[in-house]
């Protein structure tokens, strides 16, 4: 411990510049993998509010929801027979304000549940992004194509959809929009709740997740980014002390000659990547949560604490891992030969 502080010590510069590169890689990598959260919540929140169960569409379908008709028989027997199961449809389309101002929703309807809003006809719930646009309770909202008038009753938080506010309306007045009778889609909560059942294909709720369009490329663009970084930085843990070691080969030998074990050499690199790794780690930790507070509110940045721990523990092994192999060298030093070649 004490030859690892006293080499950081010496040579500051070096483990400053290492420290600065994994401080900025790991501070992209957080703040990317808050905006891949951001965006997901942003494209399927009212799919990811909902607790771990099934989703079932029509198998004609081909695993689009707008394709999707669920049989009425089919809806009564599940919806009556399982406790919490939900039919419920969503199209999306457009209202507008007061000002005559077009504005894009996700239309949601749905039987009876405490997981979707329950509307009388007339009246429409919005997510609360449409609130700070300027659109308040008891203000009325038009769907020119059909006709339809609605007075805004409450606002809901964080119920997204495809990047488009939710706006729940009553049963009756969707199927006249929409021209259709049969809900869409039904949802069994409950991890076991699987069933098979003629006609309709079941999908967890990742799986359901992967059929919103434009959500699993998203995901995949930005998750494929935040696993590059953390390869980077794994990557430069391996270079840094690859070249150190390289530099050592002389005071490895001498060490070696007068005593030192292998094993200690490598707790020595070992300290000496976890002291800058955790210490790189807290200011990047830090200065995200501080971004989170001055990002603009319209900007869809969500980075939980869980996720904050999931990429410090991945880190740390990464660098763990860079690190051993490059000191793999240290095994192969014979003290003797080392230090003929005066490469102390």
Do not use: C
């Amino acid at each position: 411990m004490s030859i690892a502080w006293k080499e950081i010590k010496k040579n500051k510069v070096r483990f400053f510049i290492l420290g600065s590169i994994i401080f900025l890689v790991s501070l992209l990598t957080f703040i990317i993998s808050g905006l891949a959260n951001g965006l997901s919540q942003d494209n399927a929140a009212l799919i990811k509010d909902l607790p771990s169960g099934q989703f079932y569409m029509n198998e004609d379908a081909e695993e689009n929801y707008n394709l999707s008709r669920i049989d009425d028989r089919i809806q009564e027997q599940i919806v009556h027979v399982q406790k919490d199961a939900v039919a419920f449809s969503i199209q999306m389309g457009f209202l507008n304000d007061e000002s005559d101002k077009q504005r894009s929703v996700a239309f949601v309807t749905s039987t009876d549940s405490k997981w979707f809003e329950q509307v009388a006809p007339g009246e429409i719930i919005l997510d609360r992004s449409l609130e700070k646009e300027g659109i308040k309770v008891g203000d009325t909202l038009t769907h020119k194509q059909n006709k339809s008038s609605f007075v805004v009753k409450k606002f809901v938080d964080q119920k997204k959809f495809s990047h488009a506010p939710v706006a729940y309306i009553n049963k009756e007045i969707y199927n006249e929009i929409y021209r259709a009778e049969e809900m869409q889609l039904l949802f069994t909560p409950g991890e076991d709740s699987t069933q098979n059942i003629k006609g309709l294909q079941s999908f967890s709720n990742k799986e359901f997740l992967n059929t919103i369009p434009s959500y699993s490329a998203e995901q995949m663009s930005l998750n494929m980014i935040v696993w590059f970084l953390i390869a980077i930085s794994g990557m430069l843990f391996g270079i840094f002390f690859y070249m150190m070691n390289v530099q050592k080969i002389g005071l490895y030998g001498i060490l070696k000659a007068i005593g030192v074990k292998t094993s200690d050499l490598f707790k020595m690199m070992w300290t000496q990547m976890l002291f800058i790794t955790i210490l790189s780690l807290t200011l990047s930790v830090g200065s995200s949560q501080l971004f989170n507070k001055v990002a603009p509110e319209d900007m869809p940045y969500h980075l939980t604490n869980e996720t904050t721990l999931q990429l410090s523990i991945v880190f740390l092994v990464i660098g763990f891992i860079g690190a051993t192999l490059s000191g793999l060298q240290i095994k192969r030093v014979e003290p003797l030969q080392a230090i003929q070649q005066g490469e102390v």
